[in-house]
């Protein structure tokens, strides 16, 4: 039997176990999804060497980044992002190949791109974190030029008290990348001039549980387009099945 899993630390409550688990049970597939939940990185060779019919990992926090020096290969996307969420492992003779790459781009991209507009061409990426970092990449593949949210000082970012409301005229796709407003702080959000928003706006929230935070419901108050993360997390784990049995 294939098996395919998820390594980070903490685990908690998983999407990809339970999608993947009843995409092999509908789908007729021999395969089974394990979460791994390991404290270091320098775990993953005993992972691999004790679970042979490994075929596939997804890596989420905090090893996006330290799991690139594991591997014999790194998607282009990838390596300009400088974070890896899917690893595909390959065996020839006795030699384990590791190839990463990174689904976080095509997850988002193919989810923001239906709702972009002509008059969508600047966006703002609240957060500079290791998801942000693709979503920066994913934006500027569609063409937008993007400027991020900090709330401490970071070089290339602007605080939250410099986001005034022609700011937000200005930029406005609004992207959160922070667990702010993540269940159960449900009551928080970034602290933006909502009131600056309009129909043109589209705010986007990498969170979804709950299903509309307090970012997207605000916004939505005054004529926002809103979307959470849901599609973008299912489109993920349709990339990663696509990575693991693909030819790249």
Not at 82 to 87: C, I, P, Q, T, W
Not at 93 to 108: A, H, P, R, Y
Not at 113 to 121: N, R, V
Not at 129 to 143: D, E, H, P, R, V
Request: glycine letters at 8%.
């Amino acid at each position: 039997m294939d098996k395919y899993g998820l390594i980070g630390f903490p685990l908690g409550h998983s999407f990809s176990i339970s999608y993947f688990n009843e995409k092999f049970k509908s789908e007729n597939i021999n395969a089974e999804y394990i979460n791994f939940e390991i404290p270091a990185i320098d775990t993953l060779p005993e992972i691999l060497a004790s679970n042979p019919e490994l075929k596939g990992l997804n890596v989420t926090i905090p090893y996006k980044e330290k799991v690139i020096s594991y591997l014999d290969y790194i998607s282009e996307e990838a390596r300009e992002i400088g974070a890896v969420n899917v690893v595909r492992i390959t065996h020839k003779g006795n030699k384990t190949q590791l190839k990463g790459f990174n689904s976080d781009v095509i997850g988002f991209t193919r989810s923001i791109e239906p709702m972009l507009e002509s008059i969508h061409k600047k966006a703002l990426i609240l957060g500079t974190g290791g998801a942000s970092k693709a979503i920066n990449y994913g934006l500027k593949s569609l063409g937008l030029e993007t400027l991020f949210v900090s709330r401490s000082e970071k070089k290339g970012a602007i605080p939250y008290s410099a986001v005034t409301p022609e700011i937000i005229k200005e930029y406005n796709v609004i992207v959160n990348c922070t667990p702010l407003g993540m269940y159960p702080n449900i009551n928080n959000c970034p602290n933006l001039p909502y009131e600056a928003m309009n129909s043109n706006t589209i705010l986007y929230d990498l969170i979804y549980n709950p299903d509309e935070t307090l970012f997207l419901k605000r916004g939505a108050e005054y004529g926002a387009t809103t979307k959470n993360g849901v599609e973008m997390l299912l489109l993920q784990a349709f990339a990663s099945w696509e990575f693991w049995n693909g030819n790249e």
